[in-house]
């Protein structure tokens, strides 16, 4: 078969990009193949394209509504119909619509969450699945920067599929999370595609700043002047919406708050405004970024350092997606430490909570009572917890064969109970702590940060480039507009208003 000629036909490119046709074509043999390339490489074309050539669907589990609307939108656009996601932005009549017509349809994206559901399955056995996609891999390893325990359980899903050909792909893996992603989907004999992970047209650059208000200045003085449009990600929703409101006063940018308390509807949106250039300037959560395709994105500023080296990898990497010079600015502020701390403790429930987990268990359990949805949202009430939290206490329960399904089975003493499920805590702070060092050294060294990256990755530079870090070569003028804007930003008086704005004592 002609790879280079289809290409053309139904993609409208000459050549390939790296890795991409070695990838297809060990999936066309039928292999299952694990493939890490660097983010905006193109991953997307290495399920397409076998679409054209298999006779049945292609299955894609993708982890973020927004990134699963972009892509069908996108398809859509290019002329293909046979497409659709299954997701909760459509009403329960038009999904079983969809689910009793899914052979019109070449390919469905679903969540790894819309899979937990029987009927779905069901729909999805009838078919002939001829390829079995997991994009954002790493959310399937419990050493992953977005461990999802939704994606756990995606192995045996793949099994009672037919065990279809299975492709991975990710771009931020270290080995010991490559070997858990191919054993936790069960495809021990998965070729792999390991690419190196460096953006050479990305230049990093580490600012220190020495107080809230010095970090304030710096960020107006860039994205004043740098060339845009640009990300800012904070680690704070609160955060997001006082400095989108500081940039609106204080320059003539057109800015835009986004995270995950906004309306689905309203994200979408955003991004939709962004993606269109409606938006100068994107001050965002993580919540944001997974997956969009902005290519003309000429920066990424983080105004909070994220917890670990591979979701910064992530995040740097919607910049300069169409290859040209971008740059990666973090505003180091050593007082910032205690933000990616307080996170890693908010994200786990503390023995108290797990505590009251096992009263509601045990009740359920003596009065014979089912766990259906309506009660899981009920205990997240009662527990005061996020539905995060309760996906990963609902885990616990499934590992404990407490909970099989809706039946609530025989419970363990409180005290075996909770040092279980607490020794699992232990274990996944202790790794986080782990990787927030690894990140506080990144933002410390004196060495090349570009080396230090791919050596976490077990990479190595393949050339360093006119514009590589703080540490070597690195002139932001570079990044600047070219009618010569005024480099200075005079200082502006936030006495006042530093005390409610700068109170991070409750990150939201």
Same mark, same amino acid.
């Given at each position: 078969?002609? !790879?280079?000629? /289809?290409? $053309?036909? &139904? @993609?409208?490119?000459?050549?390939?990009? +790296?890795? #991409?046709?070695?990838? =297809?074509?060990?999936?066309?043999?039928?292999?299952?193949?694990?493939?890490?390339?660097?983010?905006?490489?193109?991953?997307?074309?290495?399920?397409?394209?076998?679409?054209?050539?298999?006779?049945?669907?292609?299955?894609?589990?993708?982890?973020?509504?927004?990134?699963?609307?972009?892509?069908?939108?996108?398809?859509?656009?290019?002329?293909?119909?046979?497409?659709?996601?299954?997701?909760?932005?459509?009403?329960?009549?038009?999904?079983?619509?969809? !689910?009793?017509? /899914?052979? $019109?349809? &070449? @390919?469905?994206?679903?969540?790894?969450? +819309?899979? #937990?559901?029987?009927? =779905?399955?069901?729909?999805?056995?009838?078919?002939?699945?001829?390829?079995?996609?997991?994009?954002?891999?790493?959310?399937?390893?419990?050493?992953?920067?977005?461990?999802?325990?939704?994606?756990?359980?995606?192995?045996?899903?793949?099994?009672?599929?037919?065990?279809?050909?299975?492709?991975?792909?990710?771009?931020?893996?270290?080995?010991?999370?490559?070997?858990?992603?191919?054993?936790?989907?069960?495809?021990?004999?998965?070729?792999?595609?390991?690419?190196?992970?460096?953006?050479?047209?990305?230049?990093?650059?580490?600012?220190?700043?020495?107080?809230?208000?010095?970090? =304030?200045?710096?960020?107006?003085?860039?994205?004043?002047?740098?060339?845009?449009?640009?990300?800012?990600?904070?680690?704070?929703?609160?955060?997001?919406?006082?400095?989108?409101?500081?940039?609106?006063?204080?320059?003539?940018?057109?800015?835009?708050?986004?995270?995950?308390?906004?309306?689905?509807?309203?994200?979408?949106?955003?991004?939709?405004?962004?993606?269109?250039?409606?938006?100068?300037?994107?001050?965002?959560?993580?919540?944001?970024?997974?997956?969009?395709?902005?290519?003309?994105?000429?920066?990424?500023?983080?105004?909070?350092?994220?917890?670990?080296?591979?979701?910064?990898?992530?995040?740097?990497?919607?910049?300069?997606?169409?290859?040209?010079?971008?740059?990666?600015?973090?505003?180091?502020?050593?007082?910032?430490?205690?933000?990616?701390?307080?996170?890693?403790?908010?994200?786990?429930?503390?023995?108290?909570?797990?505590?009251?987990?096992?009263?509601?268990?045990?009740?359920?359990?003596?009065?014979?009572?089912?766990?259906?949805?309506?009660?899981?949202?009920?205990?997240?009430?009662?527990?005061?917890?996020?539905?995060?939290?309760?996906?990963?206490?609902?885990?616990?329960?499934?590992?404990?064969?407490?909970?099989?399904?809706?039946?609530?089975?025989?419970?363990?003493?409180?005290?075996?109970?909770?040092?279980?499920?607490?020794?699992?805590?232990?274990?996944?702070?202790?790794?986080?702590?782990?990787?927030?060092?690894?990140?506080?050294?990144?933002?410390?060294?004196?060495?090349?940060?570009?080396?230090?990256?791919?050596?976490?990755?077990?990479?190595?530079?393949?050339?360093?480039?006119?514009?590589?870090?703080?540490?070597?070569?690195?002139?932001?003028?570079?990044?600047?507009?070219?009618?010569?804007?005024?480099?200075?930003?005079?200082?502006?008086?936030?006495?006042?208003?530093?005390?409610?704005?700068?109170?991070?004592?409750?990150?939201?």
């Amino acid at each position: 078969m002609n !790879l280079e000629k /289809l290409l $053309k036909e &139904k @993609f409208g490119y000459a050549t390939f990009r +790296t890795g #991409q046709k070695e990838i =297809i074509t060990d999936l066309l043999e039928g292999k299952d193949v694990f493939a890490m390339l660097p983010t905006g490489a193109g991953k997307s074309l290495t399920y397409l394209m076998p679409g054209y050539v298999f006779e049945g669907i292609i299955v894609i589990v993708s982890p973020l509504l927004s990134l699963m609307e972009d892509q069908v939108k996108e398809l859509k656009k290019n002329g293909e119909k046979r497409v659709v996601a299954i997701n909760s932005f459509i009403n329960k009549y038009e999904k079983s619509e969809l !689910l009793l017509n /899914l052979d $019109k349809f &070449k @390919f469905i994206f679903l969540s790894p969450e +819309t899979l #937990q559901n029987k009927f =779905i399955i069901k729909q999805l056995q009838q078919q002939v699945i001829a390829l079995f996609v997991v994009d954002e891999a790493h959310c399937i390893s419990q050493w992953g920067h977005e461990f999802r325990t939704d994606y756990l359980k995606l192995g045996e899903i793949k099994k009672t599929l037919g065990s279809p050909p299975c492709l991975a792909l990710t771009a931020t893996a270290p080995n010991h999370v490559q070997n858990d992603i191919i054993d936790q989907l069960q495809i021990p004999k998965a070729v792999k595609h390991i690419y190196n992970i460096d953006r050479p047209n990305i230049a990093l650059h580490v600012k220190r700043v020495y107080d809230e208000k010095d970090k =304030i200045n710096e960020l107006i003085r860039f994205v004043e002047n740098l060339q845009g449009p640009g990300i800012i990600y904070f680690s704070s929703r609160k955060m997001t919406e006082k400095i989108a409101q500081i940039i609106k006063e204080e320059t003539n940018l057109k800015v835009a708050a986004y995270h995950g308390g906004l309306e689905q509807e309203d994200r979408i949106l955003l991004q939709q405004q962004f993606v269109e250039g409606q938006l100068d300037v994107i001050c965002c959560t993580s919540a944001f970024g997974m997956g969009v395709n902005k290519p003309d994105t000429r920066f990424v500023i983080h105004y909070h350092f994220p917890g670990q080296i591979e979701s910064y990898v992530q995040e740097i990497g919607r910049a300069g997606r169409d290859g040209k010079e971008s740059v990666a600015i973090l505003l180091y502020l050593e007082e910032d430490t205690h933000i990616p701390k307080r996170l890693v403790e908010h994200e786990f429930p503390s023995p108290e909570i797990v505590d009251e987990l096992f009263n509601l268990v045990s009740k359920y359990s003596q009065e014979s009572k089912q766990l259906h949805i309506e009660d899981e949202n009920e205990w997240c009430e009662k527990l005061q917890i996020s539905e995060t939290m309760w996906r990963f206490l609902k885990f616990q329960l499934e590992r404990l064969s407490i909970l099989k399904g809706t039946l609530i089975g025989s419970i363990p003493e409180q005290e075996i109970f909770t040092n279980s499920i607490m020794k699992v805590i232990h274990t996944r702070k202790h790794f986080k702590y782990e990787k927030l060092n690894e990140m506080l050294l990144f933002l410390q060294t004196e060495t090349c940060l570009r080396q230090y990256i791919l050596a976490i990755f077990n990479q190595e530079m393949e050339k360093k480039p006119d514009n590589c870090c703080t540490n070597c070569i690195f002139k932001e003028e570079t990044f600047f507009r070219k009618q010569g804007i005024e480099q200075t930003h005079f200082p502006f008086n936030w006495k006042k208003e530093l005390h409610t704005i700068f109170n991070q004592s409750e990150i939201k």
